[in-house]
């Protein structure tokens, strides 16, 4: 059975720095998916390159802690397969950009 990586329903920018916002429905991840933090400014697209903020349990806070995971820049997660609650995502900067996909 082959797998074809696809685009989540949220974007892969942030919309309002410091604020989280939906990378994807509790429905997207049945079979999980990566995010990635990219490396350098140019690649986040904002003027110096900043840490993201990922929580598949509740709401991203601009903090690692509880749930929320700090991915610095470079730093990419592997979500897991048959999550029941969305994945939300947060950065300091708006335009911040970011990769990701599911399975």
């Known amino acids: 059975?082959?797998?074809?990586p696809s685009a989540f329903s949220g974007s892969c920018v942030i919309s309002v720095g410091g604020t989280a916002q939906?990378?994807?429905a509790s429905s997207e991840v049945a079979t999980g998916g990566?995010?990635?933090n990219p490396l350098?400014?140019?690649q986040q697209n904002i003027s110096q390159s900043e840490s993201l903020f990922v929580n598949?349990?509740?709401t991203a806070t601009l903090a690692a802690g509880g749930t929320t995971i700090e991915l610095e820049p470079?730093?990419?997660?592997s979500l897991p397969g048959a999550?029941?609650?969305a994945v939300s995502v947060a950065a300091a900067t708006a335009g911040h950009q970011f990769s990701a996909y599911k399975f």
């Not at 470079?74 to 997660?77: D, L």
């Open 1 to 4: 059975m082959s797998i074809t």
């Open 22 to 24: 939906e990378l994807a």
């Open 34 to 36: 990566v995010i990635k």
């Open 40 to 42: 350098s400014a140019i």
């Open 56 to 58: 598949f349990v509740a």
């Open 74 to 77: 470079g730093v990419s997660i």
């Open 83 to 85: 999550t029941t609650v």
